[in-house]
Structures are given as C-alpha cells and as structure tokens.
C-alpha cells in the first residue's frame, strides 16, 4: 500500500484538520510596536477582535505608553480610537507626537459603573476594527465575556487598565497583563495567552515608552 493510500495519513493530511501549532498563527494581530513583546505574544502582537487586559498596582508606570503605538497606527487607518473614564484628562499634544490621529480619538465620560459598561459594550458592538481603553473598577466574569463576544464579532481591540489585584479572579480575556515598575524598566508578566502557554517576564525601558 502506497504512502498517500494510507487512510491515516489521508485524515492527518486533511487541509480543514486543525494542528495545534497552527493555532498562533491564525490570532488576527496588531504588532506592538516593541519587539520583545510582539516574540512573545501569540501571532506577534496585539490580539483584534478580543480582550486584553493590563493589570497594574500604581498608575503612571507606563501602562498607556505600551499600547499607544498600536493605537498610533489605527488612528493613522481612519479607525476610532476610544478612551472611557480614564483617570487623568489625556494630553493631546503628547497623543499627537506619539503618531496618534487626535480626530481619531472619542473620549467619553460616564456618571457610574452601570453608564460606563453601557458606553463600552456600546462602543465596541458599534465601532467595527478600532480600539477601546477602559478603566472599570470592577466586571465580573460575564460582563467581561460580553465584551469579548462582541469584540470577536467587530474585530474591535479592547484594552482594560484594572487593578492589580483582579489577577486573581478568573477570566475570559484572550491575553491578561501583569504590569509593575522595576527601576528604569516597566516589568511585564504574561498570565494569559491564548494561543501559547506564558512565557518568562519581559522588560521594556521607560526610555522606550515614554511620553513626553
């Protein structure tokens, strides 16, 4: 019996089976911007159409930095950029530098959390291939699940800045972010990443993400 003839070999070479090793490759992606961070994540970048969230203990260690590349480039594709409730009144000239399209960008402000998770789900079902930042105090597990149904649905790429210690509830974001100052450097650990198992901690300079 030849080779090719072989009933096993013939399902194992189907063009529609699913291998692992594949699975990264097809995570719709935005690059990062950063190269030690983009070798890392599944498919080598930020995941579109899903949840991301980035978890930090003290503001201000370079959290919006990270992203603002990626949200640089979409701004640049005519795609809306939307913030919702951040804790500081964003700087537009520092947006500008940075390569963000100010016209691009929607901020909305929210009375409570009830209005708040409104204008996000809003946002995201509404806005199709953007990107929404959040910074909700609290979500529990099926509100962070609806936001990433409709994520997947719109291909919108959905940033939550939460406290540190929402580490330790369950999620069903597709890639979850531990981030701390260490010295000069902001640390980043991986706790979630669909696609792959998490890697070491990596390290960016503050020299790299810095907003002047």
Not at 2 to 8: A, E, K, M, N
Not at 44 to 53: I, K, R, S
Not at 112 to 118: I, V
Not at 165 to 182: C, G, I, Y
Request: charged share 20%; proline share 7%; hydrophobic share 40%.
């Amino acid at each position: 019996m030849g080779l090719h003839s072989d009933p096993l070999h013939t399902l194992t070479d189907h063009p529609l089976l699913w291998r692992g090793r594949q699975f990264a490759h097809r995570i719709r992606t935005l690059g990062t911007g950063y190269e030690r961070l983009d070798a890392v994540l599944p498919g080598n970048g930020w995941p579109q159409g899903a949840v991301t969230e980035l978890m930090h203990g003290t503001a201000g260690c370079g959290e919006l930095s990270l992203v603002l590349p990626a949200l640089a480039r979409l701004s640049q594709q005519q795609h809306w950029i939307t913030m919702v409730d951040p804790p500081w009144i964003p700087y537009p000239p520092a947006l500008h530098d940075r390569g963000l399209v100010l016209d691009r960008l929607l901020l909305i402000r929210t009375q409570n959390r009830r209005e708040s998770l409104w204008a996000c789900e809003q946002v995201v079902r509404g806005m199709g291939g953007g990107a929404l930042l959040a910074w909700p105090d609290e979500l529990s597990f099926a509100e962070l699940r609806r936001l990433q149904i409709a994520a997947d649905t719109t291909r919108q790429s959905v940033f939550l800045y939460r406290r540190g210690t929402a580490a330790d509830n369950p999620s069903p974001a597709a890639l979850r972010l531990q981030l701390a100052a260490d010295g000069a450097d902001l640390r980043i650990s991986i706790l979630k990443c669909r696609g792959q198992r998490p890697v070491s901690d990596i390290r960016i300079g503050q020299s790299e993400l810095r907003v002047d």
